[in-house]
């Protein structure tokens, strides 16, 4: 026993449903003989120990199945909670009823190894000190043994981060082309004094065309009192935006008479080619100037 239990160490066991006070309590006695005084066994009912809310890495040893007979089934969730509250490195030791068909309550060695790396438990094996006597066992419901194994939480905690030599080589080599890159495309004096180097003269990239002065006219916005537009560009250069501003700009109007006599009455008299759409009624005979474009709507 003293090969799995030392002094000062925090213990857990576990127990489960089936299993006598009388159990729990010789469990007790027999394994708190080896913690000392300065050591710390905690008994919790396996089916309750998340309720338990034990800060992570609490625990240095965990034993499951300890209480006479082994009758818990661990699942997954057990192991998971356990693995949580097991310090780095911590120890597990497990009893279950084990057999040798898959026609019985328990499972096999190889099932039960299984699902302790699934859990992320590390250097699965039997102990070579048995956690307690092993009692065989024959009964009806198939099982006809206890197995006894032992295992290790990772040497780190839930959520570490390390630093992998892949991403460090990584970098390393990356680092180096941008020093040398560096080093190609920096030129210093004598470099430039070389007559290897190529100069190329900037008036050499443009064409005949690009010292052709292009036509005045040809810069003029399309704006003014003959154009379409009511407004002058942004860019107008003929002088409109200064008459708009001035309030001297014209707009290009004339005078038309109607030939149905019905279009001063409004829109329900008028034809669908009639100018006047959408201007209000008017009095007969009041003069009514139209734009370019509303005499002109192709435009």
Known sequence: MESILSSGQRILLTWGEGQAPEGI??????????????????????????????????????????????????????FAEVARILKPSGRLYIREQTIHTENGPGRTREKLVSVLKVAGFVDIKEPKTPLLNPTSQSTDNGTDSVIELCCSNPAFEVGSTVALPLFAKKMATTEKPKAEAKKVWTLSAFDMADDDVELIDSD??????????????????????????KKACKNCTC???EELEEGTAKVATKSVTSSCGSCYLGDAFRCSSCPYLGMPAFKPGEKITLSDRQLNPDL
Do not use: W, Y
């Not at 005084?37 to 034990?54: C, F, P, T, W, Y």
């Not at 800060?55 to 661990?74: E, M, Q, R, W, Y």
């Not at 050499?204 to 537009?229: I, Q, V, Y």
């Open 25 to 78: 309590k010789a469990a007790v006695e027999g394994l708190g003989a080896g913690l000392g005084q300065s050591g710390k066994m905690q008994v919790e009912n396996i089916d309750r120990l998340v309720l338990a809310a034990h800060k992570k890495s609490t625990f240095d040893v965990a034993l499951l199945g300890a209480v006479n007979p082994p009758s818990v089934i661990h699942t997954m969730d057990h």
């Open 204 to 229: 050499k990239l443009l064409e005949e065309e690009d010292f052709t002065k292009p036509d005045p006219s040809s810069l003029k916005a399309e704006c003014g009192p003959n154009s379409e537009k």
């Open 239 to 241: 002088g409109f935006a």
